[in-house]
């Protein structure tokens, strides 16, 4: 399943269209062109509907939020609505601030989208309410691993999207099917914006197996966490996070489909 989807994103070379994280906006750039695909990025209302008109995926980061932003983003994503084109959501430091725990619910209500991706903190918010966390970064040990998956598995089914949950190790789930994945390493906690990156790739290998959702959303999780491995193998001991960033971006453009498939830790459960 992975290699297959992994497989048909570069002769695919879908654009992608990112409202994003403005600290992460090059990197997010990157990984997209690293994978494979084409990166655009238009946050101004007037015109970011027609971009994501031309475009096979559209990705919502709400990192470095405000009002305008998030009115680009609602423009968007009816647009994508209306012409069946994926939608991807990362609701960066939802229950840190009242401006983006509200956005998140604004998106949730006016899009419909084929994929959700964030820690634990932000999922807990999206699925329970709006629950101050004081910060982007989940909180290790404030939901059991069975719970995490319920809970995972109850916002899909209410949103009907496939919901990725990801830290030291991921869940996939689209309420009736469920992946877990391990591996990674320490270094991709110590570059900004690997969880930004992740949600570009998400939005690009949607774009180039939209019929298969769940199996795209894995395979993104998957390949980010296998190239994490790569890029800190490839480190030279005298080197550090400036250029594991470099290494990362690397792997995932020398990522191809039978190493994702012999690396990638992963299992359906």
Request: proline share 5%; net charge negative.
């Amino acid at each position: 399943m992975l290699q297959r989807c992994f497989e048909a994103l570069r002769p695919a070379r879908p654009m992608v269209h990112c409202i994003t994280n403005s600290v992460t906006i090059n990197d997010c750039a990157n990984v997209l062109l690293a994978a494979g695909a084409r990166p655009i990025m238009a946050d101004d209302p007037e015109e970011s509907a027609e971009i994501t008109a031309a475009c096979r995926a559209l990705v919502l980061n709400l990192g470095m939020l405000s009002p305008r932003k998030l009115e680009a983003m609602v423009k968007s994503g009816h647009q994508a609505n209306r012409m069946g084109i994926p939608v991807v959501l990362d609701p960066v430091g939802a229950g840190a601030s009242t401006l983006r725990t509200r956005a998140a619910y604004t998106l949730l209500e006016e899009v419909r989208f084929a994929a959700v991706r964030g820690n634990g903190s932000e999922i807990r918010v999206l699925a329970a309410g709006g629950e101050n966390h004081g910060g982007v970064d989940a909180a290790p040990g404030e939901c059991a691993p069975e719970q995490e998956r319920a809970m995972a598995e109850a916002l899909a089914r209410r949103i009907h999207a496939v919901v990725a949950v990801t830290g030291e190790t991921d869940l996939v789930t689209d309420g009736a099917r469920a992946a877990r994945c391990l591996g990674g390493c320490a270094e991709m906690g110590l570059v900004t914006g690997t969880g930004c990156m992740l949600s570009a790739l998400t939005g690009a290998l949607l774009a180039a197996s939209p019929e298969q959702p769940f199996a795209a959303v894995c395979t993104a999780v998957c390949a980010m966490k296998t190239a994490g491995e790569l890029a800190r193998a490839a480190l030279a001991p005298d080197e550090g996070s400036g250029s594991y960033r470099v290494r990362l971006i690397d792997a995932v453009n020398r990522l191809d489909g039978p190493t994702l498939a012999a690396r990638a830790q992963w299992e359906e459960l």
